[in-house]
T-cell receptor, first 115, second 113 residues
Framework: NAGVTQTPKFQVLKTGQSMTLQCAQDMNHNSMYWYRQDPGMGLRLIYYSASEGTTDKGEVPNGYNVSRLNKREFSLRLESAAPSQTSVYFC??????????????FGQGTRLTVV | QKEVEQDPGPLSVPEGAIVSLNCTYSNSAFQYFMWYRQYSRKGPELLMYTYSSGNKEDGRFTAQVDKSSKYISLFIRDSQPSDSATYLCAMSEANTGFQKLVFGTGTRLLVSP
């Protein structure tokens, strides 16, 4: 049971380069999320997709775009990377609260360094 | 002021100790409370969740919610070196159809043999 799978696991970019972080979940969850984790800042929500076909901005969306490709896949794109985007990125998925299942399930993370 | 506050630690304890980890929050609309464990260089792993107030026990772990004080706790009994990790609290409002979680910054726990 793979759960939430993120690719790549590590990436180094030069300032101004673009890249897409991929995420797929096999738990048939409706909702998917992208977080970034920085020392002393905790996990901050970048974008989320409450259900297939919808996406919304989270707390720190500037410099990012997302695509909910289908129910399984949710990608995060950096169009022009900046050093401030150096971070660990986590994808997560969850069911709706009214299903009785609480909590989001996370992937293993992508460590991104922008030089 | 952050919506969720958590002491970053590190909290160092000897093996076998009882550990108390805590979070405070300011948003009275939070109804769902979760604790995650995160090992170094890994993704957060859901440990426990509770709805509204009260206690919940799962093995060596007990989660408590005091909504009147806007305070939640995670107790770990008979702590083990394998419990050494960062513990994150997370919360969600009840009126969202999906789980838009707000996280604390995490407390690093070190359990020495």
């Amino acid at each position: 049971n793979a759960g939430v799978t993120q690719t790549p696991k590590f990436q180094v970019l030069k300032t101004g380069q673009s890249m897409t972080l991929q995420c797929a979940q096999d738990m048939n969850h409706n909702s998917m999320y992208w977080y970034r984790q920085d020392p002393g800042m905790g996990l901050r929500l970048i974008y989320y997709s409450a259900s297939e076909g919808t996406t919304d901005k989270g707390e720190v969306p500037n410099g990012y775009n997302v695509s909910r490709l289908n129910k399984r896949e949710f990608s995060l794109r950096l169009e022009s990377a900046a050093p401030s985007q150096t971070s660990v990125y986590f994808c997560a998925s969850s069911e709706a609260l009214n299903t009785g299942f609480f909590g989001a399930f996370f992937g293993q993370g992508t460590r991104l360094t922008v030089v | 002021q952050k919506e969720v506050e958590q002491d970053p630690g590190p909290l160092s304890v000897p093996e076998g100790a009882i550990v108390s980890l805590n979070c405070t929050y300011s948003n009275s609309a939070f109804q769902y409370f979760m604790w995650y464990r995160q090992y170094s260089r890994k993704g957060p792993e859901l440990l426990m969740y509770t709805y509204s107030s009260g206690n919940k026990e799962d093995g060596r772990f007990t989660a408590q919610v005091d909504k009147s004080s806007k305070y939640i706790s995670l107790f770990i009994r008979d702590s083990q070196p394998s419990d050494s990790a960062t513990y994150l609290c997370a919360m969600s409002e009840a009126n969202t159809g999906f789980q838009k979680l707000v996280f604390g910054t995490g407390t690093r726990l070190l359990v020495s043999p």
